[in-house]
């Protein structure tokens, strides 16, 4: 089965480069220019993998990843975190709310396409929540 990845990342020439890096994985990729279009564009048809930028228009990236880990239909999606701060403590508080994944804008592009890809392995190594709310 083809896994499948979220973009939430505002800048066109950033989505354009993270589509470029991911290709490889032959991934289902879809992208979401801002926080709100990025959550219900997981909560309709829930990916694999969220790239999340923090630094988004409206609702910013920790909101997003605070709703993501709060709904129950995406509380298990893997979600690798992009900003281009690169104060030591937003790995911290990345990793306090729930992100699977960190990394520092401008990345590497192999750098990224390795992260994205060891997520998609965990995520189809975790079998699916079978609780009902």
């Given at each position: 089965?083809?896994?499948?990845?979220?973009?939430?990342?505002?800048?066109?020439?950033?989505?354009?480069?993270?589509e470029?890096?991911?290709?490889?994985?032959?991934?289902?990729?879809?992208?979401?220019?801002?926080?709100?279009?990025?959550?219900?564009?997981?909560?309709?048809?829930?990916?694999?993998?969220?790239?999340?930028?923090?630094?988004?228009?409206?609702?910013?990236?920790?909101?997003?990843?605070?709703?993501?880990?709060?709904?129950?239909a995406?509380?298990?999606?893997?979600?690798?975190?992009?900003?281009?701060?690169?104060?030591?403590?937003?790995?911290?508080?990345?990793?306090?709310?729930?992100?699977?994944?960190f990394?520092?804008?401008?990345?590497?592009?192999?750098?990224?396409?390795?992260?994205?890809?060891?997520?998609?392995?965990?995520a189809?190594?975790?079998?699916?929540?079978?609780?009902?709310?």
């Amino acid at each position: 089965m083809q896994p499948s990845v979220l973009v939430i990342e505002d800048s066109a020439s950033v989505r354009r480069l993270i589509e470029v890096c991911l290709r490889p994985l032959g991934a289902d990729m879809r992208f979401a220019e801002d926080g709100l279009v990025g959550i219900e564009a997981a909560g309709a048809d829930v990916p694999d993998v969220i790239v999340l930028d923090i630094g988004l228009p409206g609702l910013d990236g920790w909101e997003v990843l605070a709703r993501l880990r709060s709904d129950p239909a995406t509380n298990g999606v893997r979600v690798l975190v992009l900003t281009a701060h690169a104060q030591p403590e937003m790995a911290d508080r990345a990793a306090a709310g729930g992100a699977d994944a960190f990394m520092i804008k401008p990345f590497r592009p192999n750098d990224l396409r390795v992260a994205v890809e060891k997520l998609v392995r965990l995520a189809s190594t975790t079998l699916p929540s079978t609780e009902s709310g």
